[in-house]
DNA sequence: CGTTTGCTTGAATTCTGTCAAAGCAGGTGG
DNA sequence: CCACCTGCTTTGACAGAATTCAAGCAAACG
């Protein structure tokens, strides 16, 4: 059950995770099933649970007074969910986290991980690879909003993450782009023209 | 000399640093002046150097085909400068660093990064510190761009970063916020009239 | 079968970018 | 000391892009 997990672990870290290692994460990690549209966390909440997704797609977003959701990530199979700022700062999150579709996860729990992962070196690495690439991703987001139009912006979302628009809808994936779903509608129906 | 470093990396750390460390972050960090102009970093180029801004003010960008700056980061008194993603990655950088006033910054290089600095506990903890609120500063702006309107986020980084306003010139404030020079300046003549 | 969900299209409006021109310092060199 | 740059800001006119509001349609679902 676990083998894909690590597998993907390893695939991180720079040495490969010795047997020890693997029972702290089977212990450290438990399986979590989602059924579609249940939260792994809502807004208000401080988040204690964060984790890794095997298999499923859950988005993570903020709601307006007028009750419009923005998405700010979109979290498939491999992804990790959760809200780190509020795991770490132990304040109130100020985003919802929701499951699209059924969605399993292996989770872990604030107080595992201050009473076993954030002790292990291992860990500790595979955070800072994994955060190091989320930064260059965000980076790259900023920069590509402030340089790039609409529509080259959705042709490279479409050529980096192809599973997106499997699993979402398009209204889903123009929030996230920021644009409403009519521009991203109209975008659509000019290239086609062309 | 280095006492203002030091505090200030006590004050990132959960404890505080030992005489030890502090003798390994005065070997490691070199003290380094860039002029007006002078590049810390081009495109192009790998990152082999990173560091602490002591005093002064650079801008991190690209330049498109047709030549315009694209600002993607500011970066002025205890920040750190550089490209990440190019230091570890060993890879060109696709961004432009330079100094914007006379700059004064605690460097370290590659050399000195792999051979010391990456064994310390605190200089690993430094770096995940580090690096979270960069990430959770990173995503704000994303947000920021998703939903808020330019004037709205104008005012916000007003608040956020007066000292921006104070070293940069619109021009460069509005790149960096993902807008023209004239649409700024509009924005002010409009929120000065209400 | 009726309801929900997602997608498209149109028209009007607002916002933003582009291009061009002009003004306004501050600093430099003659 | 003055004239001239250069860098920065502002303004206007116009074009283009994106949002909003509204309506309609198709597919999926219970």
């Known amino acids: 059950m676990y083998d894909n997990f690590i597998a993907y672990i390893n ?3 720079t040495k490969p995770l010795t047997e020890e290692e693997i029972e702290i994460i089977k212990s450290a990690f438990t399986y979590k099933k989602l059924r579609k549209h249940q939260y792994l966390l809502q807004e208000g909440e401080v988040c204690k649970m964060a984790g890794f997704v095997i298999k499923g797609a859950l988005k993570q977003y903020t709601i307006d007074k007028a009750g419009k959701e923005n998405i700010i990530a979109l979290l ?4 990790w969910a959760g809200d780190r700022e509020s795991f770490v700062k132990d304040e109130p999150s100020a ?13 872990f729990t604030k107080n595992v991980y201050n009473e076993t992962l954030s002790h292990q070196p291992f860990f ?3 955070l800072m690879i994994l955060s190091e690439k989320h930064t260059f991703r965000l980076l790259k987001r ?21 599973a997106f628009f499997q699993k979402f809808p398009q209204h889903i994936i123009a929030s996230y ?14 290239a086609a023209k062309r």
């Open 142 to 162: 900023i920069h590509a909003t402030n340089t790039q139009t609409a529509e080259q912006r959705l042709m490279e979302l479409e050529n980096s993450y192809p």
């Open 95 to 107: 985003f919802y986290i929701d499951a699209f579709e059924e969605t399993e996860m292996f989770v």
């Open 177 to 190: 782009l920021g644009m409403t779903k009519e521009t991203l509608s109209r975008i659509r129906a000019n």
């Open 124 to 126: 500790k690495e595979l």
């Open 76 to 79: 498939i199979d491999n992804w």
């Open 11 to 13: 695939r991180q870290l």
